[in-house]
């Protein structure tokens, strides 16, 4: 039987370097994403190393048409027993001036499509008998660190934690593992905007290893903690971040 992934956010950084983990893992991801180009541009990468993937342009949004989107990676490529949630974005703003919009934008995309994808998917999970994997991507911001400007993607990021372990403990009688990683400061196109402002960088530079971390060091431990390795880990947070929370 083919094990299959869905993938958010897999048309660039953290999802893209998590859906070509796990292809070389031998487990074959969907490709979930807005952009049809940057699906394509993972799946080539994929191909080249000799696996393969399914692209799947599809905007989530705030996850409102979860069911549909479960419906139809089961119709067209068949059913998955992992999702991950790596789809994100970003807007910086002082919290007293954050726009209502942006803030419900946020947290629709990171918090509430997490929670209706996870459903959507956890009950085919658990009507199919065969267990399954869930793993999330935090942040820092998650739980170890407060920065400024970023209030809704804090408060999305520490949200994901509730909703992990909630679900680690729910669905472990139906075989349903449920993790997440707190990412630290990978390069990526979300980091670009603050590599070259100061203070950023030598917030960024704290960390021991000396230097951001890449996507696909986080796609490694993603393909772990969904790997039947990792069978007795579940609402677990792995801190991937160079060393910077000890620093």
């Keep these: ?82 999702l991950v949630h790596a789809a994100g974005n970003q807007f910086r703003c002082p919290a007293v001036e954050f726009p209502v919009e942006q803030w419900d934008q946020i947290l629709g995309l990171h918090l509430r499509a997490a929670f209706l994808l996870t459903q959507a998917a956890g009950k085919r999970m658990i009507a199919s008998g065969r267990g399954g994997s869930l793993l999330f991507i935090g942040s820092l911001t998650s739980e170890r660190l407060g920065l400024p400007n970023v209030v809704a993607y804090a408060a999305a990021k520490s949200g994901l934690l509730g909703l992990m372990r909630t679900l680690a403990v729910e669905w472990a009688p139906h075989s349903i593992r449920s993790n997440a990683i707190l990412v630290g400061f990978v390069g990526t196109e979300m980091t670009r905007d603050v590599d070259e402002q100061p203070a950023r960088k030598a917030l960024m530079a704290r960390a021991p290893i000396g230097r951001l971390g890449t996507p696909n060091e986080i796609g490694e431990a993603a393909a772990y903690l969904t790997s039947d390795g990792a069978s007795f880990v579940t609402g677990t947070c792995l801190t991937i971040d160079g060393g910077w929370s000890i620093a």
């Design 1 to 82: 039987m083919i094990r299959r992934a869905i993938v958010t956010g897999a048309g660039s950084g953290i999802g893209a370097g998590i859906a070509t983990a796990l292809a070389q893992k031998g487990i074959r991801p969907v490709l979930v994403g807005r952009r049809e180009d940057a699906l394509l541009r993972t799946l080539e990468t994929i191909r080249g190393q000799g696996f393969d993937a399914d692209p799947l342009t599809w905007d989530i949004g705030n996850g409102d048409d979860a069911e549909a989107l479960v419906d139809r990676v089961e119709t067209q490529f068949g059913a998955a027993d992992t």
